[in-house]
């Protein structure tokens, strides 16, 4: 069983910025980690990916050039710098991870991850 513990949320002004951090209390080589959000009265939608040994990453459209993914396997840590932030980032932020080796197009697919943080709030506002 692996716990996954996000920190970091918070209130931020438009234009401002905030790191999350997932800690997870195990993983593998293979394994995808990714983030998620879902705004209130929405769906869960998928932010950013990676594996903890590869140097591949996927980000949505939508925050592609303001969000960075990134991790520190010493740690078993990921990170997402958001900058630029908008209100429409107004969201619970959520760290997930799968286990087992998957093809890259798939880590989009929420259905895909064995285990789920709580989730950290992120208010954007204007």
């Known amino acids: 069983q692996v716990q996954l513990v996000e920190s970091g949320g918070g209130l931020v002004q438009v234009g401002g910025s905030l790191r999350l951090s997932c800690a997870a209390s195990?993983?593998?080589?293979?394994?995808?980690m990714a983030w998620f959000r879902q705004a209130p009265g929405k769906e869960r939608e998928f932010v950013s990916a990676?594996?903890?040994?590869?140097?591949?990453?996927v980000y949505a459209d939508s925050v592609k050039g303001r969000f960075t993914m990134s991790r520190d396997n010493a740690k078993n840590t990921v990170y997402l710098q958001m900058n630029t932030l908008r209100s429409e980032d107004t969201a619970r932020y959520y760290c997930?991870?799968?286990?087992?080796?998957?093809?890259?197009?798939?880590?989009?697919?929420?259905?895909?991850?064995?285990?789920w943080g709580q989730g950290t709030q992120v208010t954007v506002s204007s």
């Open positions: 195990g993983r593998g080589s293979n394994s995808v």
């Open positions: 990676l594996t903890w040994g590869g140097g591949s990453m």
């Open positions: 997930a991870m799968r286990t087992q080796r998957i093809i890259l197009g798939a880590w989009r697919n929420q259905d895909v991850y064995d285990y």
